[in-house]
């Protein structure tokens, strides 16, 4: 099993800073098969980035994904009042079909 | 625009019976794969299984393999999750998502599964 691990737990950060999450895995992730998403309290998760660095549709270019590998990065390049919520990483192996996810990063308002 | 509309809450007692649905539509059912996703505050969000309803292919995580099962009916565009015998640790949101490419990218409103004497 690929072991996703997310730094920071939470992030203190005031509106208009810029917030870098990170995702490590514990094996490289095959296909750059990394995926991000948003979650706010009592919704479902929401998909930012796929393939790593690839916005989903309508997804703010505040928003970036980057990394290869073992090492992958969500960057809000600045913070606007609706960001503030809990990131995800997740990554989907091939074979055999298995998919992990991180345990999550919440950003918080300083 | 894609849909996936899952039934509404439940409230359990251990030892019961229990089938999930999760209903979609806006594209054609039987040729995505669709996975169901559990989340509680102590483990976070898990991924369960898969189902390709084309062929019911389905693929379960380790963790829940023999705990539940997953299922499909083509004629309904809906997909199943569902325990022989539910225990007060099943208590969750469960999630059924769409799969392509790798990732998820749509996802149910959630079911929230309440197991408890």
């Known amino acids: 099993e690929n072991v996703l691990t997310q730094s920071p737990g939470t992030l203190s950060l005031s509106p208009g800073e810029r917030a870098t999450l990170s995702c490590r895995a514990s094996q490289s992730v095959s296909g750059n098969f990394l995926a991000w998403y948003q979650q706010k309290h009592g919704q479902a998760p929401r998909l930012l980035i796929y393939g790593a660095s690839s916005r989903a549709t309508g997804i703010p270019d505040r928003f970036s994904g980057s990394g290869s590998g073992t090492d992958f990065t969500l960057t809000i390049s600045s913070l606007e009042a609706e960001d503030f919520a809990v990131y995800y990483c997740l990554q989907y192996d091939t074979s055999p079909q298995e998919f992990t996810f991180g345990p999550g990063t919440k950003v918080e308002v300083k | 625009e894609v849909q996936l509309v899952q039934s509404g809450a439940e409230v359990k007692k251990p030892g019961e019976s229990l089938k999930i649905s999760c209903q979609a539509s806006?594209?054609?059912?039987?040729?995505?794969?669709i996975a169901w996703v559990r989340q509680t505050p102590e483990k976070g969000l898990e991924w369960i299984g898969i189902i390709l309803p084309a062929d019911s292919d389905t693929r379960y995580s380790p963790s829940f393999k023999g705990q539940v099962a997953i299922s499909a009916d083509e004629s309904l565009s809906t997909a199943y999750l569902q325990w022989s015998s539910l225990k007060a640790s099943d208590t969750a949101m469960y999630y059924c998502?769409?799969?392509?490419?790798?990732?998820?990218?749509?996802w149910g409103q959630g079911t929230l599964v309440t197991v408890s004497s």
């Open positions: 998502v769409r799969h392509y490419a790798g990732f998820f990218a749509a």
């Open positions: 806006g594209y054609t059912f039987r040729t995505y794969w």
